[in-house]
């Protein structure tokens, strides 16, 4: 979605059907099978969401259709959402370098850059802008274990959350163009749970 949506805002908003061909799928997002862009284009197709505007309520999809043809993807976003975009402006766009990285290292990469450039999206002017808790990144993090998950007798938390963490906020940040470090530099899960990110 994030991929897709970088090519929207690439263009302006003014365009909602693009080529995309096996070659980019690979390279750009770095999978190693083709279905696995289809099965998610099959999700995409069935997600629709309700918006306001006024006093009344409208219901839309994201996409209007894609298709599969030999050696490339044909995708068409619905005109409503493309609308919805333009007169909100409630997008942005991912750096293409970050969807490039290797997910073999950095799999929550993208996920914490996207809670990143939302929570600073949100927050523009306010003291908040820049201050982020860990509790809030890791909760966007859907491929991160949980506590919970994790084998009660060697928890590994460790090597299982933090340093994964720590390695995919660094690699994030570096694309972003963004520093940061911990209000209170964590010595356990607990600390690590309770501190936040200042970015700068």
């Avoid at 599969?68 to 995708?75: A, N």
């Avoid at 972003?176 to 990110?197: A, E």
Wanted: glycine share 2%; charged share 25%.
């Amino acid at each position: 979605m994030l991929y897709l949506c970088s090519l929207i805002t690439e263009c302006g908003l003014c365009e909602n059907t693009f080529t995309i061909t096996k070659t980019d799928i690979l390279d750009k997002l770095s999978i190693s099978d083709v279905k696995h862009f289809e099965y998610s284009l099959i999700y995409l197709s069935s997600i629709s969401f309700d918006y306001k505007v006024h006093s009344s309520w409208y219901s839309c999809n994201i996409l209007a259709s894609y298709k599969h043809f030999k050696g490339y993807f044909k995708v068409v976003f619905s005109d409503d959402f493309i609308s919805l975009l333009d007169r909100t402006k409630q997008f942005y766009q991912v750096p293409n370098e970050l969807l490039n990285s290797d997910i073999r290292y950095y799999r929550h990469s993208v996920f914490i850059a996207n809670y990143i450039l939302l929570h600073k999206r949100r927050n523009k002017g306010k003291k908040t802008e820049n201050v982020i808790s860990v509790k809030e990144l890791i909760k966007n993090c859907p491929l991160l274990p949980l506590y919970d998950e994790l084998d009660k007798e060697q928890r590994q938390v460790q090597r299982s959350i933090i340093k994964p963490f720590d390695t995919n906020l660094k690699n994030a940040c570096m694309f972003l163009g963004l520093n940061y470090r911990y209000d209170n530099p964590p010595k356990n899960y607990i600390d690590f749970t309770r501190s936040k990110i200042i970015f700068s």
